[in-house]
């Protein structure tokens, strides 16, 4: 663990319950600063929970956390005045224009007149949104919003900058220029916690990852070291039929011994496997079935396979923000 001075999210047995619910249950996280950290999990697994409570949304029930020195519950204002957190929806202003909403923020944040429109134009030409700055956010599309979001958070360049599910919803190339300004912000020394269930987003962006599943970190480490907790290789086939998905499957886990996930691609299945030998006597086996095979591979595994060794469920399901959502949110909000 760094030393305190280099950590810029400290966390001890932070726990948060809703009713019957423990949605938090022991949250212990290390975040060095300067560095962009995934957070994953499934959705439900407190992820957005944990997020709210360190942004200072949510009183913990137990346990302690410190964001850039300070304590979360203590030293509260403190902590908003250094942090931002964007969420799962865009949180501009609809019925003002691109520009309008930059400027708005920054007369907010103490800039001057001249001063807000100098950065609201600066930040518009930086996430490719010059063109429609004078166009109202109503008839932005999904990844403008969310470039737009991601610009009105840092109007004042924050020290932690908090993303949840950042590019859900967004077509690649959305996605894509999305993960260039995450880059961007962290090589200019902002810290960034990402929360996230696309798990190629973490491993394309994070330097540490935590799984949280039911409210715990299950497992830590860089994208490295969590791929190799669970085994040197991992067979990926994909079928020319994807009909002949599920007797690829039965096959397979016969063969192998192992579990068998199934690729989002209809086509596409893989399964832990070091052994290229037994790889390839799966491979045999399912060609005398008839079962027809496009290609095949043996490699590292990828994170989907760890999240599915760790959790035994893929990253998918109920929303987290729908299941941790209460009622009385504003009565658990810190004074």
């Given at each position: 663990?760094?030393?305190?001075g ?60 410190r ?7 203590d ?59 004078g ?114 499957e ?73 299941q ?12």
């Amino acid at each position: 663990m760094a030393a305190d001075g280099a950590l810029a999210i400290e966390t001890t047995g932070l726990t948060k319950a809703f009713g019957a619910t423990r949605a938090v249950d022991g949250v212990d996280l290390a975040v060095p600063r300067g560095s962009v950290y995934g957070v994953l999990g499934p959705n439900g697994a407190g992820k957005t929970t944990t997020i709210r409570m360190l942004a200072t949304l949510l009183r913990p029930d137990g346990g302690s956390a410190r964001v850039l020195g300070h304590d979360i519950v203590d030293e509260a204002d403190t902590v908003r005045g250094l942090v931002s957190l964007t969420g799962q929806l865009a949180s501009v202003d609809e019925d003002l224009t691109g520009r309008e909403n930059l400027m708005l923020l920054g007369r907010l944040l103490g800039l001057g007149r001249r001063g807000a429109r100098i950065r609201a134009d600066e930040l518009l030409e930086a996430f490719g949104l010059t063109d429609a700055a004078g166009r109202l956010v109503k008839n932005y599309s999904g990844g403008m919003r969310r470039r737009l979001d991601l610009a009105a958070s840092i109007v004042v360049t924050p020290r932690l900058m908090f993303l949840d599910e950042p590019t859900t919803g967004l077509d690649p190339r959305s996605r894509n220029h999305v993960w260039d300004i995450i880059r961007t912000l962290a090589a200019e020394g902002t810290t960034i916690l990402l929360c996230t269930q696309y798990l190629d987003e973490a491993d394309q962006l994070a330097e540490g990852i935590a799984v949280i599943d039911r409210g715990r970190v299950i497992a830590e480490g860089t994208p490295g070291q969590l791929k190799a907790s669970v085994g040197s290789g991992a067979l990926h086939v994909r079928l020319l039929d994807g009909a002949q998905r599920p007797e690829a499957e039965r096959l397979l886990a016969r063969e192998l011994g192992t579990p068998v996930r199934l690729e989002p691609d209809p086509s596409a299945l893989s399964a832990p496997c070091a052994d290229g030998d037994k790889a390839a006597e799966a491979i045999g086996e399912l060609s005398r079935a008839g079962v027809r095979i496009a290609d095949f591979s043996l490699g590292r595994p990828s994170l989907d396979e760890v999240f599915l060794a760790l959790t035994g469920r893929p990253a998918e399901g109920t929303s987290d923000a729908q299941q941790e959502q209460r009622p009385a949110i504003t009565e658990e909000e810190p004074a």
